[in-house]
């Protein structure tokens, strides 16, 4: 082989490594995203109509304003069983995220989920035995919890219409966000989680959607149910 063909090769192969390198660059969102609005789509923001926490703020924007202030302190991600159930605030899961956000929004998810699971233990087939430290933290049964009191949405994510801020989406059985207040080019929102990477604010769904698959999308809103689960929560409380 002659050294111009050679040369040649080399070239070629250092334009397809490069090019490797910034496609994963850019699907891991450390070059940054350009951001869109629903405005930018036409797209109309659903809210729930009710303020748990009675602070002025729509749950479902509170729920997203959680997860956002979560995003922005960027706990050290820890994955560790706690005494009690809760991790400091300096650390965290994707789960804490969740519950997190919840609590901002005035709703004790541990509480509501322990609650569940007491009353319904054959809902939650992962669990052979309460456990109340961690049970609130799998995304197995925060997943069940969803499915048996928010409203399911579509996992499509070219129907970008039902995609909006506050929404909770699953990502197979291991991993879950909520979704932000701003999109991509293609009007996908971004996802706000915690996955021990750099960012926690990513466009991400189109990512997350290949590596797990979407096995669930979901916006929670207060219903009779919700208020039944919570006084039974809080009857059981200490």
């Not at 891991?28 to 109309?44: K, V």
């Not at 400091?88 to 519950?99: F, R």
């Amino acid at each position: 082989m002659n050294a111009k063909r050679l040369n040649l090769i080399l070239g070629i192969m250092c334009i397809l490594a490069l090019s490797i390198v910034l496609w994963i660059v850019y699907l891991y969102n450390l070059i940054e995203h350009r951001q869109y609005s629903d405005a930018d789509f036409d797209i109309e923001y659903v809210i729930s109509g009710h303020d748990e926490n009675d602070n002025g703020i729509d749950d479902t924007l509170d729920l997203w304003l959680g997860a956002e202030k979560e995003a922005q302190r960027m706990p050290t991600y820890k994955s560790v069983y706690y005494e009690g159930g809760y991790p400091p605030a300096a650390q965290g899961v994707c789960t804490d995220l969740i519950w997190r956000a919840f609590r901002d929004a005035g709703y004790d998810l541990k509480a509501m989920i322990d609650a569940d699971i007491q009353a319904c233990l054959s809902c939650y087939p992962r669990i052979a035995k309460a456990d109340p430290n961690i049970d609130f933290r799998r995304v197995p049964n925060i997943h069940v919890f969803l499915k048996r009191y928010a409203q399911s949405l579509t996992c499509d994510l070219s129907n970008i219409e039902e995609w909006q801020a506050g929404d909770i989406v699953v990502f197979g059985s291991s991993h879950i966000g909520i979704l932000s207040d701003v999109r991509n080019k293609n009007g996908v929102p971004f996802l706000l989680h915690n996955g021990g990477l750099p960012k926690l604010k990513e466009d991400c769904l189109a990512r997350e959607q290949f590596l797990k698959g979407i096995s669930g999308h979901y916006r929670f809103q207060y219903s009779s149910e919700i208020e039944k689960l919570i006084q039974t929560a809080e009857r059981s409380l200490p």
